[in-house]
T-cell receptor
């Protein structure tokens, strides 16, 4: 089955700096890669996703890149703000197989 | 997302007890899921259901069972709870879309149930 690894497990940045979180996956047939943000005590919520037919997607301060050859994808947050502090999860899924696999999470702390 | 609700929100029980966690949704989605979250392990899929007649095991189904009573309701049972089932449990729903040969399947999570097994 699919295996998703996420790094780093914790990340601390100064407000205004950029943050990058990386994930690798094992199943070359995976073709959907979402990112979820979970604030303390809250439920995970989708912030951005990318499909295998594109290499990059951007939404304001967040962007995701996908390298299918290397089987890795990354979340980029620019101009970080204290409210970006949360745990971020990557995930991978394969078409017609709904066994979504999540990474272990990255705890991002943005210091004001 | 108030469209996905879970009861109870917190539960403390003893080893060997039977426990049922319930999930309801008003999003009209056919697909529903149960995940458990443990520190450092992320979210792991327990069971999922594509419709009321469909039940599938996920990554960690041992020790759990589910029932899809209706499109809107999906319950998770622990027949005989054990301490290592102490975790945060999330229900989720989705409504997948297919475009250009690729699928997207956003998961909409409930607020979670914190279960402690003593």
């Amino acid at each position: 089955g699919e295996n998703v690894e996420q790094h780093p497990s914790t990340l601390s940045v100064q407000e205004g700096d950029s943050a990058v979180i990386k994930c690798t996956y094992s199943d070359s047939a995976s073709n959907y890669f979402p990112w979820y943000k979970q604030e303390l005590g809250k439920r995970p919520q989708l912030i951005i996703d990318i499909r295998s037919n594109v290499g990059e997607k951007k939404d304001q301060r967040i962007a995701v890149t996908l390298n299918k050859t290397a089987k890795h994808f990354s979340l980029h947050i620019t101009e970080t703000q204290p409210e970006d502090s949360a745990v971020y999860f990557c995930a991978a899924n394969r078409y017609n197989n709904n066994d979504m696999r999540f990474g272990a999470g990255t705890r991002l702390t943005v210091k004001p | 997302d108030a469209d996905v609700t879970q009861t109870p929100r917190n539960r403390i029980t003893k080893t060997g007890k039977r426990i049922m966690l319930e999930c309801s949704q008003t999003k009209g989605h056919d697909r529903m899921y149960w995940y458990r979250q443990d520190p450092g392990l992320g979210l792991r899929l327990i069971y999922y259901s594509f419709d009321v007649k469909d039940i599938n095991k996920g990554e960690i189904s041992d020790g759990y069972s589910v029932s899809r009573q209706a499109q809107a309701k999906f319950s998770l049972s622990l027949e005989s709870a054990i301490p290592n089932q102490t975790a945060l449990y999330f229900c989720a729903t989705s409504d997948p879309s297919w475009t250009s040969g690729s699928t997207s399947d956003t998961q909409y999570f409930g607020p979670g149930t914190r279960l402690t097994v003593l």
